[in-house]
Nanobody, 115 residues
Framework: QVQLVESGGGLVQAGGSLGLSCAAS????????IGWYRQAAGKQRELVAR???????NYADSVKGRFTISRDNAKNTMYLQMNSLKPDDTAIYYC?????????WGQGTQVTVSS
């Protein structure tokens, strides 16, 4: 079993920054972080940023140039640095990973951006 715990969410004014962390614990051998997703109220969950095993990254068009995904394999932790936040970034943010054929989601962390 693997547990993913997100942290770092909160309330911030538009234009501000937040840094999210996703810490993995449990049977993390061969854990592969996939990326960050978010779900706004009344909307479907969407991909925000993805990181490959080789370290290449992809971002949703809406966050390109503002968000940065990274990971520290030694610490079993993935990060999402969010700058120039907009009210449209308000959502619950989830991290996603897999081990073998089983995938895991964190419980989510709320990010609220006020205008």
């Amino acid at each position: 079993q693997v547990q993913l715990v997100e942290s770092g969410g909160g309330l911030v004014q538009a234009g501000g920054s937040l840094g999210l962390s996703c810490a993995a614990s449990g049977s993390t051998f061969r854990l592969v972080f996939i990326g960050w997703y978010r779900q706004a109220a009344g909307k479907q969950r969407e991909l925000v940023a993805r990181i490959s095993s080789g370290g290449s990254t992809n971002y949703a068009d809406s966050v390109k140039g503002r968000f940065t995904i990274s990971r520290d394999n030694a610490k079993n932790t993935m990060y999402l640095q969010m700058n120039s936040l907009k009210p449209d970034d308000t959502a619950i943010y989830y991290c996603y990973a897999y081990v073998g054929v089983r995938d895991y989601w964190g419980q989510g962390t709320q990010v609220t951006v006020s205008s």
